[in-house]
């Protein structure tokens, strides 16, 4: 059974920052990709960004430009630094991580965005 462990999230004024760590139970080169979701209150779960064992990110238009995704493949863990925080970038982010059969998450950690 794989596990992910989120940790990170919190309270930020807007315009700050933070960092997500995503440490995965085993190797991460077993992952096709490993990202972030993030769901809102009352919204859909959506993604936030990913990263192929390669290293090819892909993010959502909303995050383009503040956010950064990157991986260390010896410490099996991926991050997501988030710059200029919104208010709207509030909610509670998953961590996921895809072989080509199945797909896993971890517990979620907030963040929160708010003056």
């Known amino acids: 059974q794989v596990q992910l462990v989120e940790s990170g999230g919190g309270l930020v004024q807007p315009g700050g920052s933070l960092r997500l760590s995503c440490a995965a139970s085993r190797s991460s080169f077993h992952f096709k990709a490993m990202g972030w979701y993030r769901q809102a209150p009352g919204k859909q779960r959506e993604l936030v960004a990913a990263i192929t064992t390669g290293g090819s990110p892909n993010y959502a238009e909303s995050v383009k430009g503040r956010f950064t995704i990157s991986r260390d493949n010896a410490k099996d863990t991926v991050y997501l630094q988030m710059n200029s925080l919104k208010p709207e970038d509030t909610a509670v982010y998953y961590c996921?991580?895809?072989?080509?059969?199945?797909?896993?998450w971890g517990q979620g950690t907030q963040v929160t965005v708010s003056s």
């Open positions: 996921n991580a895809e072989t080509f059969v199945r797909s896993y």
